[in-house]
């Protein structure tokens, strides 16, 4: 019987490293971690760099074993999962890349997570380090993916029309309770645009037992504001912003809110190209909020893209002006996704004290964001 011996081959650099320690270290299943440990790591990014969590977007420097982040799959998924591994190191230099669609620091040899400009569907990815691709002229025929899709089974305990209403709900209501404090009606709505009146509406009478009252006005300042009160549902007015578990909802529910979402707090531009559906934009004054709507549209296969304004904004309502001083608008841009490049990088000398980060996980791939801009990437 012939016998099997497993050797490993190490770069240049790691031999060198590792040459003069013990060397039964490199036919132990630990070499990887040792060799890891001495090199300083095979793929990092800096501390501000943010990984997708169950409840939403932490900073990667955060990171320990007990915590769970959205390892990628091949087949376009994202599963919550342990990391097998965080490694924290000093940083030396960065590699920048920003385009319109994508910015991303990465340390020379992060590994990048890259598709051929043949495999259109995006299902299979290719590894190339850092250093290398900026070697090879940043070549655009390497494309990276900004989208992804849920694998998991979590569902909130609402219809299908119940969550629809959140939507609404979460985009042009308020509690009437909180405001009022008095009799069953719990949500409310003050609408003067027909075409959100007759959704809202829509969705209220596909809701099984759903009691409400519509008022309209006829005269005074608020003529031809509709208002529109919901009864005994204290379940949906707890949701006047998306929550952290909405994260880790199912695809399906995911894209019902991306498809109830642009009927509210949206904006829409066609394109030239009649090929294409353009580009819609959706505004919040919660941060946390317009995160939430960025994650879900891209959970649908969409790129996106975020920017935010602060100004101050003076409102006419009831015959008196508002004034809000520094008001900051969070917005999010989508459209149909596409196979994007990297662009030229610009070569940063790292601060001194700087660290980079790099979790370990069971595919060697995982989901990324900085600066806002959503990315799969590689991992040691």
């Known amino acids: 019987m012939s016998v099997i011996k497993t050797t490993y081959k190490l770069l240049p650099t790691q031999y060198k490293f590792a040459y003069g320690f013990d060397k039964s270290k490199l036919s132990d299943d630990n070499i990887y971690l040792d ?32 915590d769970k982040l959205a390892v990628y799959y091949d087949d376009g998924s994202i599963k919550y999962e342990h990391p097998k591994e965080v490694f924290r190191y000093p940083a030396d230099e960065w590699y920048e890349f920003k385009t319109t669609y994508t910015h991303q620091v990465l340390c020379p040899n992060h590994k990048i997570v890259y598709f051929s400009q043949n495999d259109t569907e995006m299902l299979h990815p290719k590894f190339i380090s850092c250093k290398d691709y900026v070697d090879a002229g940043c070549n655009q025929h390497y494309k990276i993916r900004n989208y992804f899709k849920s694998s998991s089974g979590y569902e909130l305990p609402l219809t299908d ?36 009146i007759e959704r809202l509406l829509s969705i209220l009478n596909n809701i099984n037992n759903c009691q409400f009252t519509v008022k309209e006005r006829l005269v005074g300042t608020k003529k031809g504001y509709v208002d529109v009160f919901v009864e005994e549902n204290k379940e949906l007015s707890k949701y006047k912003h998306f929550t952290p578990e909405m994260y880790s909802l199912s695809d399906r529910q ?36 317009r995160d939430f709507i960025q994650f879900v549209c891209a959970s649908q296969g969409y790129c996106t893209t975020c920017y935010e304004r602060t100004r101050n904004i003076k409102l006419n309502y009831n015959s008196k002006e508002y004034i809000y001083n520094n008001s900051t608008e969070y917005t999010v841009s989508w459209s149909l996704a596409k196979p994007l ?29 900085y600066k806002n801009y959503i990315f799969v990437t590689g991992n040691s």
């Open 161 to 196: 029309y119940e969550l629809r209403l959140l939507v609404a709900y979460q985009a042009d209501g308020y509690d009437y309770q909180k405001v009022h404090h008095c009799g069953k009606r719990t949500l409310g709505f003050h609408l003067k645009k027909k075409n959100k």
């Open 341 to 369: 490049s990297l662009g030229k990088a610009t070569r940063i000398n790292a601060k001194g004290g700087d660290a980079k980060y790099c979790p370990s996980t069971t595919t060697g791939m995982w989901l990324a964001r």
């Open 254 to 289: 995911l894209a019902i809110i991306f498809d109830e979402v642009k009927y509210w707090d949206c904006s829409h531009k066609n394109s030239k190209n009649t090929n294409s559906y353009g580009s819609w934009t959706y505004s919040a004054r919660e941060k946390a909020d």
């Open 35 to 66: 060799v890891s440990l001495y090199q300083g790591g095979f793929t990092c990014v800096p501390s501000d760099t943010e990984y997708l969590s169950p409840t939403g977007w932490k900073q990667i420097k955060d990171l320990t074993k007990q």
